[in-house]
């Protein structure tokens, strides 16, 4: 697969608490100039990276994360603000616990009153597959189809694990038509993020595929 293709599908992504004002223009410039999907980014930069980027780029930010245990009232909250900076698309966090509990009523509730929240704006639902067996896994799959989300998510990249081939192939056999798959979470090379893509995800969330182009450069 071209290059090129590949970053068509990247969102370019910069999430350590440590973050600056000047990694995230830095990220907000290299995604731009190499034409990636999108930026994913806290919450506090959406707008001033929005501003920065004008309809140029789309500014993705995280909601609940990376824990997802905030209450529903809180995550819709941090969406609405979210979306009033300027984000173009929203990546939240599932409550792992109340899969844990079975309670998948209070899950796909959650995720339809933020999907309300988001309108046409785009909705990934990250579900934590590390933390998941396969069977909630796919339960996971079907909440997030009956929902009206955009995507479904393997990970934040900061819990035990992050995306792998099998959760993706799996994805791709329990979504419906109307769901997309993210991979995200320890994505390091071009080979396999060009794997991601064979196997059915739509996008990647990953720092490292510009990191690699711009060496090989």
């Known amino acids: 697969m071209d290059i090129k293709e590949i970053l068509k599908h990247v969102d370019h992504t910069l999430l350590q608490q440590t973050s600056t004002w000047p990694e995230i223009k830095e990220i907000c410039d290299d995604a731009m100039h190499y034409g990636t999907a999108s930026v994913c980014i806290p919450p506090s930069f959406v707008k001033q990276a929005k501003e920065y980027v004008g309809d140029k780029m789309a500014v993705c930010t995280v909601i609940g994360f990376p824990n997802g245990y905030m209450t529903t009232s809180v995550k819709e909250f941090e969406t609405k603000d979210a979306l009033a900076s300027g984000a173009d698309e929203i990546d939240m ?24 929240a988001c309108g046409s704006k785009i909705l990934k ?19 997030v189809t009956r929902s009206g989300a955009d995507y479904i998510k393997t990970s934040t990249g900061f ?8 959760d993706v192939a799996l994805f791709a056999k329990h979504v419906g038509e109307n769901v997309k798959i993210k991979a995200a979470g320890g994505i390091s090379s ?7 893509l064979s196997l059915g995800a739509d996008r990647l969330g990953t720092s490292r595929v510009i990191k690699i182009v711009k060496a090989t450069n």
């Open 93 to 116: 966090v599932i409550n792992v616990g109340w899969v844990k509990e079975r309670r998948y009523d209070l899950v796909e509730e959650e995720i339809r009153t933020l999907k309300r």
């Open 125 to 143: 639902v990250i579900i934590e597959t590390c933390l998941l067996t396969d069977e909630e896994k796919i339960e996971m799959c079907h909440v």
């Open 159 to 166: 819990s035990t694990g992050g995306a792998t081939f099998e």
């Open 190 to 196: 071009l080979e396999d993020a060009e794997k991601f």
